[in-house]
């Protein structure tokens, strides 16, 4: 038996590690610079990440279930159907992006 999801969430999504995360698509990185996660040379600045975290969080991807593609966990992390991340996996809102 599987744990009921929390409310909003419709996909539990698998982190997966790899050597090196995909690229973050433009939409993302503006996106991140936008809400002051980025500055203008392209170095993340992520709030209450400490840099070890963050390296981890690089060699990350999920297969994100809206999108239908391989994305980098950092974009996952900031996009906006983000819940939370429990156990290895991301709760994902699934709302259509
Ligand atoms: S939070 Fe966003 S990027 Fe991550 S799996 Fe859900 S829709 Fe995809």
């Known amino acids: 038996m599987s744990e009921p999801l929390p409310e909003g969430v419709k996909y539990l999504v698998k982190i997966n590690p790899v050597e090196k995360a995909p690229k973050l698509t433009d939409e993302a990185k503006a996106e991140l610079i936008s809400v002051g996660m980025m500055d203008e040379k392209g170095k993340l600045k992520l709030k209450g990440v400490s840099p070890k975290m963050l390296k981890r969080m690089k060699q990350e991807s999920v297969n994100c279930p809206v999108l239908s593609k391989e994305v980098a966990f950092v974009q996952c992390y900031v996009c906006r159907n983000f ?10 809102k699934g709302d259509p992006l």
């Open 83 to 92: 819940h939370s991340r429990v156990s290895g996996q991301v709760y994902c």
